[in-house]
């Protein structure tokens, strides 16, 4: 990874450093605050703002090299969708995670209907394999692209069902 990263010529900092920071971040999700926290135990004092500009700068390639690492879904989905303004109009945020907890993929659309789900759906499958059982709430935006597009899955649709998405406080 270090050695395919391009020269950081300018920086104070050795390039492990860096990558070492705008790793963290990626791959655990980590604010800029506890970051900062990771380095200083290492012996590396930065501040949020430069752990910030390194994320940003770097981010994009580090990513993009870990990204295959990562161990694939399992084929247990929950489903899920939640409302959140943005510049003060109504998006929908839709969510898949996998029974393990771990997000899948998530899609911001102006609409919550069957076209938006279609849309996640499509995403998901291409980029993983199809699920065994969908879980999600009485939505029935979800119906008919699930059977069109996964007609092997089983979707379980109960408000009642412990779904794990429902219950997530987790940073998306």
């Given at each position: 990874m270090l050695?395919?990263?391009?020269?950081?010529?300018?920086?104070?900092?050795?390039?492990e450093n860096i990558a070492y920071a705008v790793w963290a971040s990626h791959r655990f999700a980590r604010s800029t605050a506890e970051v900062e926290d990771l380095l200083v135990q290492r012996g590396v004092t930065v501040s949020?703002?430069?752990?910030?500009?390194?994320?940003?700068?770097?981010?994009?390639?580090?990513?993009?090299?870990?990204?295959?690492?990562?161990?694939?879904p399992n084929?247990?989905?929950?489903?899920?969708?939640?409302?959140?303004?943005?510049n003060g109009l109504k998006h929908w945020l839709w969510r898949a995670v996998d029974a393990n907890g771990d997000t899948i993929d998530i899609l911001v659309q102006t609409r919550r209907?069957?076209?938006a789900?279609?849309?996640?759906?499509?995403r998901l499958i291409a980029q993983s394999a199809?699920?065994?059982?969908?879980?999600?709430?009485?939505?029935?935006?979800y119906t008919k692209p699930l059977a069109?597009?996964?007609?092997?899955?089983?979707?379980r649709a109960y408000m009642g069902l412990h779904n794990p998405i429902e219950g997530s406080h987790r940073p998306t």
């Amino acid at each position: 990874m270090l050695t395919s990263m391009p020269r950081l010529k300018g920086f104070r900092y050795p390039r492990e450093n860096i990558a070492y920071a705008v790793w963290a971040s990626h791959r655990f999700a980590r604010s800029t605050a506890e970051v900062e926290d990771l380095l200083v135990q290492r012996g590396v004092t930065v501040s949020r703002e430069t752990g910030r500009l390194w994320i940003n700068r770097f981010g994009a390639h580090i990513a993009a090299y870990i990204r295959p690492d990562w161990p694939r879904p399992n084929d247990n989905w929950h489903l899920d969708e939640i409302v959140i303004p943005i510049n003060g109009l109504k998006h929908w945020l839709w969510r898949a995670v996998d029974a393990n907890g771990d997000t899948i993929d998530i899609l911001v659309q102006t609409r919550r209907n069957a076209k938006a789900a279609k849309r996640l759906l499509a995403r998901l499958i291409a980029q993983s394999a199809q699920p065994r059982i969908a879980m999600s709430d009485k939505l029935r935006s979800y119906t008919k692209p699930l059977a069109l597009q996964a007609p092997d899955a089983d979707h379980r649709a109960y408000m009642g069902l412990h779904n794990p998405i429902e219950g997530s406080h987790r940073p998306t």
